[in-house]
């Protein structure tokens, strides 16, 4: 199609937004309220060559639309919007700036950073900068969005069954020799059978994937050399990264998404998204025009209400989209709606969620978005996770989720992190380490949440930011010398490791001494009251070398080393997962410590001595051994004896009267044991062991 043979524009229609197929023509829709007009920009299928610009002629409540006869998938395209260029006043068009959709399903082109992607003037940030940045703008391309999914289902695993696996899908690949060269580090290197039969064996249900969403690296981090490997710098909410497929056969990044969905499904395993709704990669005044701000920077962005040209930042990425404009909250939920209905993902993370539900006064925990999202006969039955904190005045929100909201809880990680590795900065107590260990329910024994409340807290001790496990127990002081910041980025915690050396090392005593802080962390996430999440890697005892904020290296630094992985690591974990699947020691209702039907009390709390629990031992920061005696566990039909010792030196711990047998023991690499007996059970340092009553018979 060239500007010799593009038929004229017809009306077409104000939805759906973006660019739709008909199997006749295209229908273009783009949401502005105060552009004055608009143009269709069409250009040859490499997206090098303006082939035709076409007026948007019809606008219909604040969407410009129009229809091309003809247009078929594969067409590329971009939008100019005209308006008015007053930053002071919150508005910076110029129509010299192709703007990409949107709604964008395929993006064409490799972003470079240039001033010719500003809309000013850099040096004269005052006047608006007249250079036409088509050739190297980002543009869109018309799809057909049909895919074979032939007999995929979504798994739809139980909540209380859900046990989470946070993974970068290029880092869980890359260098691993068992899967195929061209494939490692893409959507393919994830589907592969190596890459699922470990996740399978592990015992983990539900990937929840770091950002697949297009983005685009800041223009700091080029200039240094750098990348943002997570990806939380999105700046096109429908459209998979391309920079993580491998284009084998010739397929579009969207489709090796969905066939590695599908691959996944197969396996019975669900697929989380962490999305980036709180901020777009076009940054803050200084930033670019590459598609919201162009298009209507007023509706899009949330603006300083004394001076319109600057930023409301509650991301601290410099600019905050506006959800509580209806077609903004619209846009969020068409793209969450897509990748469940047409991506067949199965929910969501959100990154810095307060800032979804965030009105004109701060958090709404009955806002729009919520609202939107409940109602919803799509979304409403998908998982979703909330990041529940973000920079802005109010955002802590941990608890204060809608019903049906999954939260990770950072309280759990901070408490445990304290209690196994003795934070001087977080004095451990056992009435700390118990609140965590059932549930929270400070947290969320409340607001309607009776159903579902305990497993609501998503428990972790390690995530993508911050230190990896084996890096937790193995550095006092962070190491991020190679992001450029001077080590002075990521979290300051210093920490105390117990081990007398600080990375790696030979010493047998050291190495013994992490491995059992692993296997202790491990199993206390694994085994408490909650939905558990592991990173990916620290069942096999991946190391940055201490980088706790990794989110720029896209190196050997976060790529998994699997010629190094700990087997006998991976089956402690995986043992300690069926241990879990099968008794869910901790059930899924809240505890009362009253008596139960068989006897003794649905959960009770008891010292090594074997006596109950009392204020003084509750709050004591010196002793932190405890035994949580479970009456009432999930799954078993037996007692089940949590114990727990934190501290240097063994200690006998006395059981309570009848026959026992140890089902877990982390002192041990494997974990196993074949302890039985009556009276005391020795419990070593730094461990944690798992008993059950046999019966009379």
């Given amino acids: 199609m060239d500007s010799l043979t593009t038929p004229p524009l017809q009306p077409g229609h104000p939805w759906p937004m973006g660019a739709k197929w008909d199997g006749h023509g295209v229908n273009f829709a783009v949401f502005s309220v105060h552009a004055q007009a608009m143009d269709l920009c069409v250009f040859d299928a490499a997206g090098n060559v303006e082939v035709a610009r076409l007026r948007l002629t019809a606008h219909t409540s604040d969407v410009w639309h129009g229809y091309l006869p003809g247009a078929k998938p594969g067409l590329v395209y971009g939008w100019r919007a005209y308006g008015l260029w007053q930053p002071g006043q919150g508005h910076r068009f110029n129509h010299h700036k192709?703007?990409?959709?949107?709604?964008?399903?395929?993006?064409?082109?490799?972003?470079?950073?240039?001033?010719?992607h500003f809309a000013f003037d850099r040096h004269q940030p005052a006047l608006m900068d007249p250079r036409d940045n088509a050739a190297t703008a980002l543009k869109a391309r018309v799809v057909d969005d049909h895919f074979d999914w032939g007999d995929d289902r979504p798994p739809h695993i139980p909540i209380l069954d859900t046990v989470l696996y946070e993974l970068h899908v290029k880092g869980f690949s890359k260098s691993n020799p068992n899967v195929p060269t061209a494939l490692r580090g893409t959507y393919d290197g994830l589907a592969h059978p190596a890459s699922l039969e470990h996740i399978k064996a592990l015992g983990v249900t539900t990937l929840s994937l770091l950002p697949v969403h297009y983005a685009v690296d800041e223009e700091r981090l080029g200039s240094k050399g750098l990348s943002n490997y997570w990806g939380y710098n999105t700046l096109g909410f429908f459209a998979a990264s391309t920079a993580l497929a491998s284009g084998q056969h010739s397929r579009a990044a969207r489709d090796e998404f969905r066939a590695m969905v599908k691959a996944i499904h197969a396996q019975s395993l669900e697929v989380l998204l962490d999305v980036v709704f709180n901020h777009t990669a076009e940054s803050d005044e200084t930033g670019p025009n590459l598609s919201f701000r162009g298009l209507d920077n007023t509706s899009y962005y949330r603006l300083q209400p004394g001076n319109h040209a600057l930023y409301e930042n509650f991301s601290g990425c410099g600019n905050t989209l506006d959800i509580r404009q209806p077609r903004v909250l619209q846009m969020v939920m068409d793209s969450l709606r897509y990748w469940v209905s047409d991506m067949h993902v199965d929910g969501f993370r959100f990154d810095l969620a307060p800032v979804l539900s965030r009105g004109d006064h701060g958090f709404e925990r009955g806002g729009a978005f919520f609202t939107?999202?409940?109602?919803?006969?799509?979304?409403?039955?998908?998982?979703?996770?909330?990041?529940p904190w973000d920079i802005g005045p109010g955002g802590y929100q941990l608890g204060a989720f809608p019903h049906g909201w999954m939260e990770w809880n950072d309280r759990f990680r901070d408490v445990m992190r304290g209690y196994w590795l003795h934070s001087a900065q977080r004095p451990r107590t056992r009435g700390d380490f118990a609140l965590r260990l059932c549930g929270s329910s400070d947290l969320y024994q409340h607001r309607q949440r009776r159903q579902r409340a305990p497993a609501d807290s998503v428990n972790y001790v390690v995530s993508h930011d911050g230190f990896t496990l084996r890096d937790l127990v193995s550095y006092n002081e962070r190491h991020n010398e190679a992001n450029g910041e001077s080590n002075a980025d990521g979290h300051a915690d210093n920490?105390?490791?117990?081990?007398?050396?600080?990375?790696?090392?030979?010493?047998?005593?050291?190495e013994s001494m992490r491995g059992r802080l692993q296997r202790a962390l491990l199993a206390t996430t694994l085994l408490a009251q909650g939905t558990p999440m592991l990173c990916a890697g620290d069942e096999l005892g991946h190391s940055q070398g201490g980088n706790n904020n990794p989110y720029c290296q896209d190196n050997e630094t976060?790529?998994?080393?699997?010629?190094?992985?700990?087997?006998?690591?991976?089956?402690?974990?995986?043992?300690?997962?069926?241990?879990?699947?099968?008794?869910?020691?901790?059930?899924?209702?809240?505890?009362?410590?009253?008596?139960?039907?068989?006897?003794?009390?649905?959960?009770?709390?008891?010292?090594?001595?074997?006596?109950?629990?009392?204020?003084?031992?509750?709050?004591?920061?010196?002793d932190g051994v405890l035994g949580c005696l479970i009456g009432k566990p999930g799954r078993a039909t037996a007692a089940l004896l949590l114990l727990v010792n934190p501290d240097d030196r063994d200690c006998p711990f006395a059981l309570p009267p009848g026959?026992?047998?140890?089902?877990?023991?982390?002192?041990?690499?494997?974990?196993?044991?074949?302890?039985?007996?009556?009276?005391?059970?020795?419990?070593?340092?730094?461990?944690?062991a798992l008993l059950t009553l046999h019966s009379a018979d």
């Fill in 372 to 387: 939107a999202i409940a109602q919803d006969p799509v979304l409403s039955r998908a998982k979703m996770i909330a990041e």
């Fill in 558 to 622: 976060t790529w998994i080393n699997w010629t190094l992985a700990d087997q006998t690591l991976i089956a402690f974990t995986a043992r300690v997962l069926r241990l879990r699947h099968q008794l869910l020691p901790l059930g899924h209702q809240w505890y009362s410590g009253l008596p139960t039907a068989r006897g003794p009390a649905d959960l009770a709390w008891m010292r090594a001595s074997g006596e109950s629990m009392h204020v003084q031992s509750w709050n004591d920061t010196m």
């Fill in 659 to 688: 026959p026992w047998q140890a089902l877990l023991d982390t002192a041990h690499p494997l974990g196993t044991t074949e302890w039985q007996g009556e009276g005391h059970f020795l419990l070593q340092a730094h461990s944690l």
């Fill in 98 to 116: 192709l703007l990409l959709d949107p709604y964008a399903r395929d993006i064409v082109g490799r972003f470079a950073w240039g001033d010719e």
């Fill in 495 to 510: 920490l105390s490791n117990n081990c007398g050396a600080e990375g790696p090392t030979q010493d047998h005593a050291i």
